[in-house]
Nanobody
Framework: QVQLVESGGGLVQAGGSRRLSCASS????????MGWYRQAPGTQRELVAR???????NYADSVKDRFTIFRDNAKNTVYLQMTSLKPEDTAVYYC?????????WGQGTQVTVSS
């Protein structure tokens, strides 16, 4: 079992920055992939960014060059640094861990970008 707790959401103005954190109950050093997804009202949950244990990261086209995912193994935490935020980035952001073919989700954190 892996428990994930997100934090860092809130209200931010367009063009601003925000850092989300995801703390894991299990050492992330051994977790295969960790990622961030988001879901806006009336839409499906979509991948934002993911990072493997080897440090290889992938991003949705909509956030490339604006968002950065990184992990701190010592703190068992994965971060999503968001810059140049746009109103269309408004969503609930969820942390995800893929461990031993099981996917775990956090409770989500709301990010609202005002224009």
């Amino acid at each position: 079992q892996v428990q994930l707790v997100e934090s860092g959401g809130g209200l931010v103005q367009a063009g601003g920055s925000r850092r989300l954190s995801c703390a894991s109950s299990k050492s992330i050093f051994s977790i295969h992939v960790m990622g961030w997804y988001r879901q806006a009202p009336g839409t499906q949950r979509e991948l934002v960014a993911r990072i493997t244990g080897d440090g290889i990261s992938n991003y949705a086209d909509s956030v490339k060059d604006r968002f950065t995912i990184f992990r701190d193994n010592a703190k068992n935490t994965v971060y999503l640094q968001m810059t140049s935020l746009k109103p269309e980035d408004t969503a609930v952001y969820y942390c995800n861990a893929e461990d031993l073919n099981v996917r775990y989700w956090g409770q989500g954190t709301q990010v609202t970008v005002s224009s």
